[in-house]
């Protein structure tokens, strides 16, 4: 399967993969200053060649028990912002919770907006969140029903609620390690028998290409190991920026800036408690403030910049076919309007 561009400009109803899809991204690094940036999302200004790839998944069959869930559809907006956040740290796990609705007549899960988390404990293997962040992604889904209440009711959408969570893989293997293997479960046990986890693989490259390489997958966990669910990503065949995108994009870029406030609080604080590290305040002081405004530059250069970049493109193509369409129309159709 080939994808040139983004997949929601693509003629198809929808683009099918397996478990497990295999993205190879031809890295054509950003240019600023006539210096080479992080390509944290050149991705999205290059031509992407998917192609499914049986790749072989841990999976006891003894005592084995099925999915809740048979497959997944994952809209492409909520995909993008998956991907963005995704790419914007390279040393450490990033998380989010999935919006969206089930089916448990068909087992299929439908995912159509996402909500970014504050970690609670950031690492390069390990990520966590709060119970107040899981309550404030309810109140979330809970604003949009609200807001799909109000509309007339032949635009209305299905109620939606957190169906699910995702996390990032950086620089490691796309299955799931044995602590999201338990965490799954709880959620599972705990919240939903159709909870639903995905993992995105970012940051890896082929050793003979040199090619970019985005792996993930979507699974379920039990007790003998866990059970990975096909996903469908459910392209948008009209290229426009839709304003929920606009959204989350938002709460993101908030989102890291204010993780790299509190760290840099935090690190402040720190030597404020301590009495035997007064004299080395100062020095400490000037330390923390410097790595605060590395990081900050770091995150704009990286990841600001070359987002607003690409969502810039976006707008301008959507105007371009907006006025396409116009000059296209037949007198009649003008009439008409």
């Not at 970690?119 to 404030?136: I, Q």
């Not at 408690?273 to 900050?296: E, F, I, P, S």
């Not at 116009?326 to 007198?331: C, I, T, Y």
Request: aromatic letters at 10%.
């Amino acid at each position: 399967m080939q994808v040139d561009g983004e997949p929601w400009r693509q003629v198809v109803d929808c683009i099918q993969s397996f478990a497990l899809l295999e993205t190879q991204v031809e890295i054509k690094l950003l240019m600023l200053g006539g210096k080479k940036v992080s390509f944290s999302f050149s991705y999205l200004y290059t031509s992407v060649i998917c192609r499914s790839a049986n790749l072989y998944f841990k999976k006891k069959t003894a005592g084995s028990r099925m999915s809740k869930v048979n497959r997944v559809y994952l809209s492409s907006e909520a995909y993008l912002v998956c991907l963005i956040h995704a790419y914007t740290n390279e040393r450490e796990e990033v998380m989010g919770l999935l919006i969206g609705y089930t089916d448990e007549e068909t087992g299929c899960c439908y995912v159509t907006n996402t909500v970014q988390l504050k970690r609670l404990v950031k690492r390069r293997d390990r990520v966590e969140m709060t119970p107040e962040t899981l309550s404030e992604a309810i109140t979330y889904a809970d604003n949009l029903n609200a807001m799909n209440d109000s509309l007339d009711e032949s635009v209305r959408k299905k109620p939606v609620r957190v169906i699910g969570w995702y996390h990032s893989h950086p620089h490691i293997t796309v299955y799931p390690s044995g602590v999201d293997n338990h965490t799954q479960c709880e959620y599972q046990n705990a919240l939903d028998p159709m909870w639903i986890g995905i993992i995105f693989s970012v940051y890896n490259t082929d050793e003979r290409s040199g090619i970019g390489r985005l792996n993930y997958l979507a699974f379920q966990s039990f007790e003998d190991g866990y059970h990975s669910v096909p996903v469908m990503i459910v392209p948008k065949l009209e290229p426009a920026v839709d304003s929920t995108v606009i959204e989350r994009i938002g709460a993101l870029t908030e989102l890291c800036f204010a993780e790299e406030s509190d760290a840099f609080e935090k690190a402040v604080q720190s030597f404020n408690v301590d009495d035997n590290l007064q004299h080395m305040k100062c020095l400490a002081h000037a330390h923390n403030a410097a790595a605060y405004t590395t990081n900050v530059c770091s995150t704009i250069r990286g990841f600001v910049h070359p987002l607003l970049a690409y969502l810039t493109d976006r707008s301008r193509h959507s105007n371009y076919s907006l006025v396409s369409d116009a000059l296209n129309r037949s007198p009649n159709e003008t009439n008409l309007i």
